[in-house]
Structures are given as structure tokens and as C-alpha cells.
């Protein structure tokens, strides 16, 4: 019997191991995906400031004269790079946030498996501590008949 319960917590183990393994895949294809999506925005904004930079180089060395719009150009153009080093570290703590999301929801269920493993084998205890209790019991009670029939 022993032997059984034992073999059935380690079935068990090896269930909840593998729930925990897929979801770790899970959470690992989830964050790749969401990395490969920020690193095309981010391709994307490079993109879009190396060519709006180019476009204020040439517009500047086409007309000295037009010094206002170049300045207003380039503030534009430092506001953008200001907004992609904020997209870039936004992006940065999201994903070290994820990341620790990830290690608490792997923490958690490894601490609700424990609490069912023991519970399970706190149960099999108990068990196993009143059937000796009820056996002892019969064997109190088997033992006192004969000296009440003695007496009587």
C-alpha cells in the first residue's frame, strides 16, 4: 500500500513538473513574441528618425537661410530620439517586469504543488494513524470482554 501511494505521488510530481515545464514554454514563447514586436517597433523608429534626420541634413545644406525651420527640425528630431531612449527603457523594465512575473507565477505553483504533496501525505498519515488507533481499539476491546465475563 505504501508502495502504491508512493508511486502515485510520484505520477503526480512528474504531472505537475510537466504543467510547469509547458507552462514555462508558454510564458517563454509570450515573451519572446513580445520581444520580437518591440524590436520591430524599435527597427521601425530607427528607421523613421535616421530618415527624418536625413531629411533635415539635406533640407539644411539646400538652404542656409532657412535656419528656423532647420532648428525646428532638429528639435523635433532630438524629441523623437528622447521619445525612443523612453520606448526603449519602458521597454527594458517591461520586460524584467515579465520576467519576475514569470519567476513569481513558477514560485507560486511550485509552493501550491509542495502544499498538495504534503497535504496528501499528511492525509495518508492521518489514515494510517486511525486504522492503527481502530486496531488497537479492537484489540482493547477483545482483551477487556473476557475479564467482564470473568467477573459477572
Same mark, same amino acid.
Given at each position: 500500500? &505504501?508502495?502504491? *501511494?508512493?508511486?502515485? #505521488?510520484?505520477?503526480? $510530481? %512528474?504531472?505537475?513538473?510537466? =504543467?510547469? !515545464? @509547458?507552462? +514555462? /514554454? ?8 513580445? &520581444?520580437?514586436? *518591440?524590436?520591430?517597433? #524599435?527597427?521601425?523608429? $530607427? %528607421?523613421?528618425?535616421?530618415? =527624418?534626420? !536625413? @531629411?533635415? +541634413? /539635406? ?20 524629441? %523623437?530620439?528622447?521619445?525612443? =531612449? ?67
Amino acid at each position: 500500500m &505504501r508502495a502504491n *501511494h508512493e508511486e502515485a #505521488l510520484e505520477t503526480e $510530481r %512528474a504531472k505537475r513538473i510537466d =504543467e510547469v !515545464e @509547458a507552462e +514555462r /514554454a508558454r510564458t517563454a514563447e509570450a515573451i519572446d513574441a513580445e &520581444r520580437e514586436r *518591440h524590436a520591430r517597433e #524599435l527597427e521601425a523608429l $530607427r %528607421a523613421r528618425l535616421t530618415e =527624418e534626420l !536625413e @531629411a533635415a +541634413r /539635406a533640407s539644411a545644406s539646400q538652404s542656409e537661410d532657412r535656419s528656423s525651420e532647420v532648428e525646428t527640425l532638429q528639435r523635433e528630431l532630438a524629441e %523623437a530620439r528622447e521619445q525612443l =531612449e523612453l520606448t526603449s527603457d519602458a521597454d527594458r523594465r517591461a520586460e524584467a517586469a515579465r520576467a519576475a512575473h514569470a519567476a513569481l507565477r513558477e514560485e507560486s505553483e511550485r509552493q501550491a504543488q509542495v502544499h498538495a504533496l504534503t497535504e496528501r501525505e499528511l492525509r495518508a498519515e492521518l489514515e494510517q494513524a486511525r486504522a492503527e488507533l481502530d486496531r488497537m481499539r479492537g484489540e482493547l476491546g477483545s482483551r477487556s470482554e473476557p475479564a467482564q465475563t470473568a467477573g459477572e
